[in-house]
């Protein structure tokens, strides 16, 4: 075990590099770790042997690091360098913690101390909610098999379009369906399935759609059931995005964005919706991927008068009308009636008198 103090919390730069190539290079390669991870860790190494140099691993200096990144980033060419935004920060110190948990759990270091890094406020973006309709129909144009293609070519595209649409049925992530084997489908059950290794190494069953089965039972002595290239399924999804006019850049994980939203508008249970995403805390499934689309705030709002809408057209102000007078019990009540009405500020309002009845 490498020496290392409550006082300090730094390990010497040279154990440092050791322990940094064992965890970034020389690690195995996890089942369900996709090429872009493997890419990320040499990023890593790269970046933090260059800024760290001889260095000591200590609190002061991560936060030294993490400064510099906000300030005016890390690129080798300064030209290119700029301020990282708090998003990439916080990525950045998940992955200062899991390097040194795994310092911990294999006893090079005797305490984890990586929760004594702090993380900075994330500035959350509102998201366009994208729709299942739309979605189904960029999936759908995506892949065109065109006259020209050969053979490999049109089995790469069928592989891609395959992919988007798990993807798009299914609550999975890109990289999750790229390590399913044929020995993971299970079809000799009422409901066939198959078995994810989720994020984080956890084991999932994941219902297989019925559209999927016939396809999917002629894999099952297939090393891997999907076999196209993660990275070339979603250059394919923003070829279709563009080819159907949406210009904005809209990623593949916002699939997992829109059947929480549109599952939870629609009645689902938040807590079955997160055994669904996989999710280890309720907080990610509502605050984060539960979105709020413009027809539910419309409904929200009509939830506390209907008559808020002052543009709508004149056979829906008539029915908001008889609407407000029968919550208001007016139209019914033989002793009143109406005697003005009209828009005031954004409400539709009206006076009514007490009709007098004489025998």
Not at 72 to 92: D, F, M, Y
Not at 185 to 195: A, G, N, R
Request: proline fraction near 5%; charge should be positive.
């Amino acid at each position: 075990m490498y020496s290392l103090t409550h006082e300090e919390n730094s390990i010497q730069g040279e154990h440092f590099l050791q322990l940094l190539t064992a965890w970034a290079i020389n690690r195995p390669v996890d089942r369900n770790e996709s090429l872009k991870n493997r890419k990320k860790k040499k990023e890593i190494y790269s970046r933090w042997t260059r800024l760290f140099g001889e260095r000591e691993f200590s609190i002061v200096n991560i936060r030294w690091y993490l400064d510099i990144l906000k300030k005016k980033g890390c690129h080798p060419n300064p030209k290119q360098s700029r301020p990282w935004v708090s998003g990439a920060l916080i990525t950045e110190i998940q992955t200062f913690r899991a390097f040194i948990k795994w310092m911990f759990i294999n006893q090079y270091i005797p305490f984890d101390f990586g929760l004594q890094i702090d993380k900075p406020k994330a500035i959350q973006e509102s998201k366009d909610i994208l729709s299942s309709e739309v979605a189904e129909r960029v999936v759908e144009s995506s892949n065109e098999v065109l006259p020209t293609d050969n053979k490999i070519e049109i089995v790469r595209k069928q592989e891609r379009k395959l992919y988007l649409e798990m993807l798009l049925w299914t609550p999975t992530r890109k990289s999750e369906l790229k390590s399913v084997t044929g020995k993971d489908l299970k079809f000799d059950v009422p409901t066939p399935y198959m078995v994810l290794i989720r994020k984080g190494g956890k084991s999932d069953k994941v219902v297989i759609p019925k559209k999927f089965i016939e396809i999917l039972k002629k894999r099952v002595t297939w090393k891997y059931v999907f076999p196209a290239n993660p990275d070339g399924v979603a250059n394919s999804w923003k070829q279709a995005l563009l080819k159907n006019g949406i210009n904005e850049d809209i990623p593949l994980h916002r699939f997992r964005h829109m059947r929480v939203t549109e599952g939870m508008d629609a009645g689902a249970n938040p807590a079955d919706m997160k055994e669904l995403m996989a999710h280890e805390d309720m907080n990610v499934t509502l605050n984060i991927y539960k979105q709020h689309s413009v027809k539910k705030k419309i409904e929200t709002l009509e939830l506390f008068d209907p008559l808020w809408r002052r543009d709508a057209a004149p056979e829906k102000t008539i029915e908001y009308i008889q609407f407000h007078l029968k919550q208001s019990g007016v139209d019914s009540h033989a002793s009143f009636r109406v005697i003005k009405s009209g828009w005031v500020g954004d409400k539709f309002a009206f006076e009514v008198e007490k009709i007098s009845h004489k025998k």
